[in-house]
């Protein structure tokens, strides 16, 4: 119960710090927020890249696909 709930923990915490540094990059002012729109267009497509591999490799241990998508992936495209 513990392992699940850490992995999404330090996947959400990287996943925002990336949303952050995007933001800090790209800039999140003016009319368009650039960071933003960029995370959640990768974010997006790499949740579909990710959902496909690990449909194709069903041995992968569910606590990297929590880790990965639901933590990482999660935190980047969550404002």
């Known amino acids: 119960m513990f392992l699940p709930v850490l992995s999404i923990c330090i996947g959400a915490s990287i996943g925002a710090l990336s949303r952050w540094g995007l933001a800090l990059w790209l800039g999140a002012g003016g009319f368009m927020p650039w960071g933003t729109l960029a995370a959640n ?39």
């Open 41 to 79: 267009l990768i974010g997006g497509y790499l949740v579909g890249v990710a959902v496909a591999c690990f449909s194709l490799m069903p041995d992968i241990d569910p606590v990297w696909r929590l880790a990965l998508v639901t933590g990482f992936l999660g935190g980047l495209t969550t404002r």
